[in-house]
C-alpha cells in the first residue's frame, strides 16, 4: 500500500467500529476510569480473552479500586477474583508488587511515563504504551499480536518483530493517530482480519491491502 493510504484505512476502520466489540481496556478509558484500573486490567489482559478479562477485572475492583486497598487483599483473594485469566497466580503477585510499589515510590499513582511504568515489574511495552496512551491520553503506540501482523499485512511496514514494528510506526504514523490505532487493529483483527484465512471478501480497506503473506481467505 502508499503510506499516504494509510489515512484511509484509518477512516474505513473507525466507520465500521461500532459494529466491532472494542477491547476491554479500550472500553475502560471510554467509561474515563483512572490509569490505575487500566493498568491492572491490561495485565489481566494478557494471554487471556477479552470476556474473560472483563469479568476478572469487575470482580477484583468490586473488592479494591486503589493500590492501597489492592495491598489489603490477601493474594489468595486476589487469585480467586481474577481466575481463570492467565497465569493468574503469577499476575495476583505481580498486582501486590506493582501497588507496593506505587505506593512507596510514585505516591499511589500510576506514572505517566514510559519508562517509569517499563521499570515495574510486570509491565512490558504493550501494557506501558496503552497506559500513557489509553489512561493519560498522551502519544503512544501499542504494538500486539494484532497490531504487528497487520500493519505488515497491509504493506504499511515490513518489519519481523513487534519491538521493530513500534519503532517503525513511530517513525512514519502520523502522531494524530497513534491514540486510536492499537483499539482500531485489535477490534478489526478479532472480528475480520484474523490471523489464519481472514474474512478479505468482509474487509473494508481491501481495496488497500497488499495481503503480505495471506495465503487462504474468506
Same mark, same amino acid.
Given at each position: ?13 473507525? %466507520? ?20 490505575? #484500573? ?5 495485565l489481566l489482559s494478557l494471554r487471556t480473552k477479552d470476556e474473560t478479562t472483563t469479568a476478572a477485572t469487575d470482580r477484583l475492583f468490586s473488592l479494591a479500586r486503589s493500590p492501597e486497598e489492592m495491598l489489603q487483599l490477601p493474594e489468595a483473594a486476589i487469585i480467586k477474583a481474577i481466575y481463570p485469566v492467565g497465569f493468574y ?36 511495552? #504493550? ?35 513487534? %519491538? ?55
Amino acid at each position: 500500500m502508499n503510506d499516504e493510504q494509510i489515512h484511509a484505512v484509518i477512516a474505513r476502520l473507525q %466507520e465500521n467500529l461500532k459494529n466491532w466489540d472494542v477491547p476491554v481496556v479500550s472500553h475502560l478509558a471510554e467509561m474515563g476510569e483512572d490509569p490505575f #484500573k487500566i493498568l491492572i486490567s491490561t495485565l489481566l489482559s494478557l494471554r487471556t480473552k477479552d470476556e474473560t478479562t472483563t469479568a476478572a477485572t469487575d470482580r477484583l475492583f468490586s473488592l479494591a479500586r486503589s493500590p492501597e486497598e489492592m495491598l489489603q487483599l490477601p493474594e489468595a483473594a486476589i487469585i480467586k477474583a481474577i481466575y481463570p485469566v492467565g497465569f493468574y497466580r503469577r499476575k495476583a503477585g505481580t498486582i501486590h508488587h506493582i501497588c507496593r510499589e506505587l505506593i512507596n515510590h510514585h505516591h499511589a499513582r500510576v506514572p505517566d511515563t514510559l519508562e517509569e511504568l517499563l521499570a515495574l515489574k510486570g509491565v512490558g511495552r #504493550k501494557t506501558a504504551n496503552l497506559v500513557v496512551s489509553l489512561g493519560y491520553g498522551r502519544p503512544a503506540i501499542c504494538v500486539d499480536t494484532h497490531v504487528h501482523r497487520i500493519s505488515n499485512r497491509l504493506g504499511y511496514v515490513a518489519t519481523k518483530t513487534p %519491538e521493530q514494528t513500534e519503532q517503525a510506526l513511530r517513525s512514519k504514523l502520523p502522531a494524530p493517530c497513534w491514540r486510536d490505532y492499537n483499539t482500531l487493529l485489535v477490534a478489526f483483527g478479532q472480528q475480520i482480519c484474523r490471523p489464519v484465512s481472514p474474512f478479505c471478501s468482509r474487509c473494508p480497506a481491501s481495496d488497500y491491502c497488499d495481503r503480505i503473506n495471506v495465503g487462504k481467505s474468506r
